[in-house]
């Protein structure tokens, strides 16, 4: 059945998207243990118990973040959007990768929510892959360093400058992947997975 016009707003889908990735960020930054408890509280989201981050720097740079995506999510310019975390200030021990696209389609908020819950609770119950063990026996807690990045298909030639490139550097040998959670159902399809390094040091 065809969608009436203010039932399919791209604009809508996007916002949904970004509040999932707010969510979701926070969530892998809670399981990773970088943070003391007492810098999340517990919130709900889509009928789910989650977490959010209570100090003020930590919250307003995830969403900041988020939000500064979202133009371009709406537009189908994001490909992917990771969350790196590193030993050093160069070279990163795992990327946690969220795989985006969103379809011009119509926004069956029902459906996606389901699909979005579903995403968050096996996300949440993932903590094995966020604690991989040879990795937190590398470094102490206060050593972590983590930031989000966005992968970008294409930029418009006007806003490049308000992007800073990224200077994180590659791994000399493709990661290995763990696939954690996918979903797709109109108008969104997103793919989270965890890549390391294949020999850690």
């Known amino acids: 059945m065809d969608c009436k016009e203010n039932e399919c707003p791209e604009r809508e889908t996007s916002r949904v998207v970004a509040e999932f990735l707010e969510v979701a960020i926070t969530s892998i930054i809670f399981l990773k243990g970088i943070y003391p408890p007492g810098a999340f509280e517990r919130r709900r989201y889509m009928n789910l118990l989650v977490h959010r981050a209570r100090h003020p720097q930590l919250h307003h740079y995830i969403l900041n973040s988020v939000n500064a995506l979202e133009p371009y999510i709406q537009q189908g310019l994001v490909e992917r959007v990771a969350v790196i975390f590193f030993k050093d200030d160069k070279f990163p021990v795992e990327r946690f990768m969220f795989k985006i696209n969103v379809k011009q389609?119509?926004?069956?908020?029902?459906?996606?929510?389901?699909?979005?819950?579903?995403?968050?609770?096996k996300l949440c119950l993932s903590e094995p892959f966020s604690k991989n063990a040879a990795v937190v026996s590398q470094c102490k807690q206060s050593d972590w360093?983590?930031?989000?990045?966005?992968?970008f298909c294409s930029l418009p030639e006007a806003e490049a400058d308000a992007w800073i490139s990224s200077n994180t550097q590659q791994w000399k040998?493709?990661?290995?992947?763990t696939p954690?959670?996918?979903m797709n159902i109109h108008p969104l399809s997103v793919q989270l997975y965890l890549e390391h390094p294949p020999n850690e040091p």
């Open 105 to 121: 389609s119509c926004y069956d908020g029902e459906k996606m929510d389901m699909e979005l819950r579903s995403f968050l609770v």
């Open 145 to 151: 360093r983590w930031e989000i990045t966005g992968y």
């Open 173 to 177: 040998q493709p990661p290995v992947i």
């Open 180 to 182: 954690i959670k996918s």
